[in-house]
């Protein structure tokens, strides 16, 4: 591929579905960037950021190359559009977080693909092409060779950022100056939370730009309203930080800025003044829990005394925090995410989100979740990767339970009475914030795609019920060599706190009382076993069997499946499922659910 390169055009795709904070726009800075870096060596250079401004297809379709990013909830909007330029005749090229990390993906609609920090690479990769030849040499880079995907080896992460130029905002179609920007001061994070991407991206080494770097880029944005410094971790280096805020005095370059932290920035009294006299307006905490046994499975470094007191400490300062949370791990229940409502409105965290666990490709859980496909992962449409809608199996509860407490909770928090505890402190501005959140869950509802969602986990949830009709199960048939297994006896255990009775079917029972079970059986559970280990074959081999013979001599009596895999341990979902043929009420089938549990030693009471 040899081909002339005059005009760039460079997008950020939005997500095609609404989230309640889809009104607030921090522009993302790699599409910013490569387009400053791109214009300096004299190509005539678009940047579209959706969220800003809409996209001129008629300006995308007549440039010689397009970038475009891609995070995973906009990846099927990214590859869209990359099919558009190719089909126009134009070069797509893909980068971003998702793309990064499933490049083979990207290739599917892209000429190439720019892996992790692609400013060196995006520069070779458009010299290359200009030349026709060289694209084996450019590390970072995957592209097709003869229908084959070649992924080149990885660069070393760029160790003084200052090699790259301040961004120019004002490449942006629709830019306003005086509004909000991002300054990214530093990259990488050292840290490990299992549902975070950034150290598969960008490392764990903390890498920075120079003070005065950072004060000088500050300078030309002198007179904006807010400023986002967009570092995973801002305050990873206090020394370096508090020095940087200093010169922020110093300079009279105050505006009003917020930053994501931990709660340990706290600890450092120095600091905490330092960043309310330089004009911090808020935090990002990464509080994710109120659950210690949630926050021992992310590796958050962190307990609830800790969260406690960063939240009073910053308070005391007059910084205002944004609570994040993430909630649906394997040690969260539908109580635990209405307890973090609860939590976030006694301690008056001034504004949160919750977001749905989510499997984003380049996180740890990416390899626990989603390689597991069968077990975990409900849904691969990369659009409801947006932490708003449940795409896995939670462990203790059902996914439509998870999507309906995460929503509910937020709406506990922006509630009118989220909103009167605000406006009676006479803090009118974060009353409206609440206001807003309110009106934008309301939205929520009314977008048909998230209805239709909410609709699909429930109906999911309500397949056997529904198929069944109007019978109350009141016995069940289970094979005898299931109620062996400790799964077995937890379904045994469970269906008995429900008042059902279990009737256990052996070789007997299957052979001579055919005709009597049928009469007093509502309903078969077949076992279906997704992954036998090896060493229990024979348990596996005689439940297959048992089960196959169920099928055989029963082929009228209504039967419903329970997923078994080994090594996995319960999950509440088919438990759900089948309790509901029973009774109605979820919440009677929760309780009987954990009471069985601790009967059988499977868990601690409440």
């Known amino acids: 591929m040899k081909r002339a390169i005059k005009k760039i055009v460079f997008v950020e795709p939005k997500s095609t579905h609404l989230h309640i904070y889809s009104r607030v726009c921090i522009p993302r800075l790699g599409s910013v960037l490569l387009g400053t870096i791109m214009r300096a060596k004299g190509y005539d250079v678009r940047v579209y950021v959706e969220d800003i401004h809409d996209v001129d297809m008629n300006e995308v379709l007549s440039a010689d190359l397009v970038g475009i990013s891609a995070i995973t909830s906009t990846a099927p909007q990214s590859y869209r559009l990359a099919d558009r330029v190719r089909e126009a005749g134009g070069i797509a090229v893909m980068g971003g977080t998702h793309t990064s990390f499933l490049p083979e993906e990207g290739l599917q609609h892209a000429d190439f693909v720019v892996r992790g920090e692609g400013e060196f690479a995006f520069q070779e990769l458009v010299e290359a092409i200009e030349r026709g030849d060289g694209f084996e040499r450019i590390q970072n880079l995957s592209y097709l060779v003869d229908g084959g995907v070649v992924s080149n080896p990885e660069r ?14 004002s490449l942006i179609s629709g830019w306003k100056p005086g509004g909000v920007i991002s300054v990214a001061t530093s990259r990488g994070c050292p840290f490990s939370c299992t549902f975070c991407s950034v150290p598969g991206m960008y490392g764990h080494a903390f890498r920075t730009h120079s003070i005065g770097r950072v004060l000088d880029e500050l300078e030309l944005h002198k007179g904006n309203m807010y400023t986002f410094f967009a570092d995973d971790i801002f305050t990873a280096n206090k020394k370096r930080v508090k020095e940087l805020l200093r010169g922020m005095i110093e300079r009279n370059l105050t505006p009003e800025w917020g930053a994501q932290v931990r709660t340990e920035t706290v600890d450092d009294p120095e600091l905490l003044e330092l960043m309310r006299d330089s004009n911090c307006f808020n935090v990002y905490v990464g509080f994710e829990s109120i659950n210690p046994r949630t926050l021992k499975l992310f590796q958050k470094k962190q307990d609830l005394g800790k969260i406690e007191r960063s939240i009073e400490r910053f308070h005391e300062h007059k910084i205002r925090i944004h609570g994040m ?5 394997d040690e969260d229940d539908v109580e635990t995410i209405d307890a973090t409502a609860e939590f976030a409105l006694k301690h008056d965290i001034d504004s949160i989100q919750f977001m749905i666990l989510t499997p984003i490709p380049g996180s740890p859980d990416w390899g626990d979740l989603y390689d597991y496909g069968a077990k975990y992962v409900i849904n691969r449409n990369w659009q409801m990767y947006d932490g708003h809608h449940c795409v896995h199996q939670p462990r203790r509860m059902t996914p439509y339970e998870l999507q309906k407490a995460a929503i509910g909770a937020m709406e506990k928090f922006y509630s009118w009475r989220g909103i009167a ?30 209805r239709e969602y909410v609709d699909w986990l429930r109906r999911e949830l309500y397949t056997e019920k529904r198929q069944m009709g109007d019978i109350k199960v009141k016995s069940v048939g289970v094979p005898a060599v299931l109620l062996e297994d400790s799964m077995g006896r937890l379904l045994q255990r469970f269906l008995g706190e429900l008042g059902v009775t279990v009737v256990p079917l052996a070789g ?13 059986i509502d309903c078969l559970i077949t076992p279906i076993v997704q992954r036998a280990a ?7 081999q005689a439940l297959a069997t048992i089960t196959q013979t169920l099928h055989e001599r029963w082929e009228k009596l209504p039967r419903v499946s329970f997923p078994l895999t080994a090594g996995q341990g319960p999950v509440f979902e088919p438990f759900a499922r089948i309790g509901l043929l029973c009774t109605k009420n979820l919440d009677r089938i929760r309780e009987a659910y954990k009471a069985a549990g601790v009967a059988e030693g499977l868990w601690e009471p409440a």
Do not use: C, H, M
């Not at 949370?325 to 791990?329: I, L, T, W």
């Not at 501005?429 to 206001?435: D, F, K, V």
């Not at 007997?508 to 007093?520: D, I, K, V, Y």
């Open 508 to 520: 007997a029972a299957l052979e001579e009382a055919s005709s009597r079970a049928r009469q007093t």
């Open 421 to 450: 505890k605000k406006a009676l402190k006479r803090d009118f501005y974060y009353a409206g914030i609440r206001y807003f959140g309110k009106k934008a869950l309301r939205d929520w509802w009314k977008d048909d795609e998230n």
């Open 325 to 329: 949370f993430v909630v649906g791990s």
């Open 156 to 169: 070393a992460k760029i160790p003084n950022l200052d090699v790259n130029p301040i961004p120019d905002y």
């Open 534 to 540: 090896q060493e229990r074959g024979e348990f596996y």
